[in-house]
């Protein structure tokens, strides 16, 4: 996407006000993309897609309609306009809904979205050779599942009738294994996986196979422990699902629903002192970064939890009028749908121990590796998740279990968690290992 995509932004717009929208907004999108698997050693599949999407949303009055389409083409944005107004006429209105005005663009170069370079096929071969054969290579493996990897760029243009223009691209980079060990109904898989904005930040291929093969012969038959009161410790792949159950109590949706379980909690403390969860969109080469959102609105880095203490929403434009509040700047949108409120780069900051000092003085204990599941209650809090790893016994990891349940209230366990020491930014959620005692291990 380019210039001349942002001129069809404002042709749509111009449309648009033609067709009698009083206000409007178009959003265009265009991705490419390339892939390879592989498995055993063969070849699976390759890959390449390239897509473009334009959305356009207008208001007549307080009525609003979008409509989208796969086929840019400036011949068809009158029709598309007029169908569009002809929906916001017959739709009830929403007095909180609107677009609002937004400042130009910051400098999306300070971020480093895009590394510019787009791998051949043979570079993406090996990537995903090197990660499959370092993991075949480990005593104890018998199979893999593949390996694979990709690359992706993808541009986003936002422009409104309030005079507001942006466009930015990124680039992603991957790689993904994972091998099996044993045999029969003793069969384990573990996986591990780098995705980037530029290739040199990636993690060795060759690295992620073996850390992949080694924890999957490690959890090789599997004990059922008995139901127990103990500490949990999360490694750091799971622990960011916490955050994820946090960042949606707090998104401005469900609060001004009243449908959160942490909805009277602003300003008091949510976690135990000293944590802090931090949202950072502008974070450099960060998996979500974004220069403005998805209403244009500026956007910036934002201590959600501080010391404990609960002290933002994550608000649109929406959201936050329904509360009596401005947007915090945390609209996400495509092209066929409207703005809502999400998260951009999220993270909670890390603690002073280690993932092994956290764990020293557990006598019994579980270290989660693999949740399965969505039990989680968004309106009560209540938590309960299928979950596999190992038991802790005298500050030390033991024998690997599976088919058990982990339970407990996100109320209780955000104010009992402790962070370690290890982040690492890898998803765009991201947490380091993180301890939260007093949890309910349901096995045999």
């Known amino acids: 996407m380019s210039q001349h995509h942002l001129d ?88 909180f809904a609107s677009i609002p005005d937004a400042p130009a663009p910051a400098d999306v170069a300070l971020l480093e979205l895009n590394d510019g370079a787009e791998p051949t096929i043979d570079v993406l071969m090996a990537r995903a050779a090197a990660a499959e054969d370092a993991a075949l ?30 466009l ?20 384990q898989r573990d996986y591990e996986f780098s995705s980037t904005a530029h290739a040199s930040d990636l993690d060795d291929p060759a690295m992620l196979g073996r850390a992949a093969a080694e924890r999957a012969v490690s959890r090789l038959n599997p004990a059922r422990p008995k139901t127990a009161q103990i500490p949990v410790i999360y490694h750091p792949r799971v622990a960011s699902s916490l955050l994820g159950h946090f960042a949606g109590a707090i998104t401005g949706t469900g609060i001004a629903r009243g449908t959160s379980f942490l909805k009277d909690q602003m300003g008091k403390a949510v976690f135990a002192p000293g944590i802090s969860i931090i949202d950072d969109p502008w974070r450099v080469r960060g998996a979500r970064s974004r220069p403005y959102d998805g209403e244009g609105q500026t956007t910036t880095r934002r201590a959600l939890i501080e010391n404990g203490l609960l002290t933002s929403w994550l608000l649109d434009t929406r959201s936050a009028a329904q509360l009596g509040l401005t947007s915090t700047g945390h609209a996400a949108r495509g092209t066929s749908g409207p703005p809502s409120p999400a998260p951009s780069n999220l993270y909670i900051e890390p603690g002073t121990l280690s993932a092994e000092a956290l764990m020293a003085d557990i006598k019994l204990g579980l270290y989660v590796i693999e949740l399965i599941g969505m039990g989680v209650n968004g309106i009560t809090g209540d938590y309960s998740r299928g979950a596999a790893g190992f038991m802790i016994r005298d500050g030390k990891i033991a024998e690997p279990v599976a088919e058990i349940t982990i339970a407990g209230r996100l109320q209780d366990m955000f104010l009992h968690l402790t962070p370690a020491n290890d982040l690492k930014f890898r998803q765009g959620t991201d947490a380091p290992t993180m301890r939260v005692d007093g949890m309910t291990m349901a096995g045999g």
């Open 168 to 187: 930015y691209h990124r680039s992603r980079h991957g790689v993904s294994v994972s091998p099996i060990a044993g045999a029969g109904l003793a069969m």
């Open 137 to 166: 290579a480990v005593a104890g493996i018998t199979n893999s599942e593949g390996a694979g990897a990709s690359w992706s760029r993808s541009s986003v243009g936002l422009a409104t009738s309030h005079g507001f223009a942006g």
């Open 8 to 95: 069809h932004l404002a042709q749509l717009l111009a449309a648009a006000k033609r067709a009698g929208a009083d206000q409007a907004d178009a959003v265009a999108s265009s991705g490419t993309s390339l892939s390879v698997s592989r498995r055993m050693g063969k070849i699976e599949d390759i890959e390449r897609a390239e897509t473009n999407n334009i959305g356009l949303r207008v208001f007549v009055g307080q009525r609003s309609a979008i409509v989208s389409t796969g086929a840019i083409d400036p011949a068809g944005f009158d029709r598309l306009a007029t169908q569009a107004v002809a929906m916001a006429r017959a739709v009830p209105e929403d007095r």
